[in-house]
């Protein structure tokens, strides 16, 4: 019986481990970051300069829109922040940005309230739009929108850098 014991006894051991090891629990958090190249103008005068997407207008504001482009591992239902980065460089407009939804169908959707930069003041920005969607919107598509004024008179264009998304 000892000898039955000290056979069992490593093997159940190693039983134990390898189960262990084979079902590993992902503590890690969940990112994705999407470079404004990745991202479409749809208005305004698109200017691809300095590592950032510029708006080159000097008479209409620029809007961009970015997908997040989802996965069986992060969809859009996983995620807790979204944060827009660039440069603002007027001192008499804000850059603007909010999360926007559309369902499946093409039927409906809608938007998330909107966050700014202040008017006057300009420099690097990093705003951080409420994500408007949830599970209740999980086979909907979503998207970040941002808006960029028009290039000063004094030359100074906005810019957007990028969009990180996290869980």
Request: charged share 15%.
């Amino acid at each position: 019986m000892n000898q039955k014991m000290r056979f069992i006894g490593p093997f159940l051991l190693a039983s134990i481990a390898g189960a262990i090891l084979a079902n590993p629990v992902d503590a890690s958090a969940l990112w994705v970051r999407k470079h404004a190249s990745g991202c479409m103008a749809t208005s305004g005068k698109a200017l691809d300069k300095d590592w950032s997407i510029q708006n080159d207008s000097t008479t209409s504001a620029m809007t961009i829109v970015c997908t997040f482009d989802e996965s069986d591992r992060f969809n859009h239902g996983d995620v807790a922040s979204v944060t827009v980065n660039g440069e603002d460089g007027s001192s008499g407009d804000e850059v603007t940005a909010r999360t926007c939804h559309i369902e499946q169908t093409g039927t409906a959707g809608g938007c998330g309230a909107l966050v700014s930069t202040t008017v006057s003041g300009t420099g690097s920005y990093s705003l951080m739009p409420v994500p408007d969607w949830g599970s209740s919107t999980s086979g909907d598509y979503v998207y970040t929108v941002v808006e960029l004024p028009a290039k000063t008179s004094s030359g100074s264009r906005s810019t957007l850098r990028g969009v990180t998304i996290t869980d």
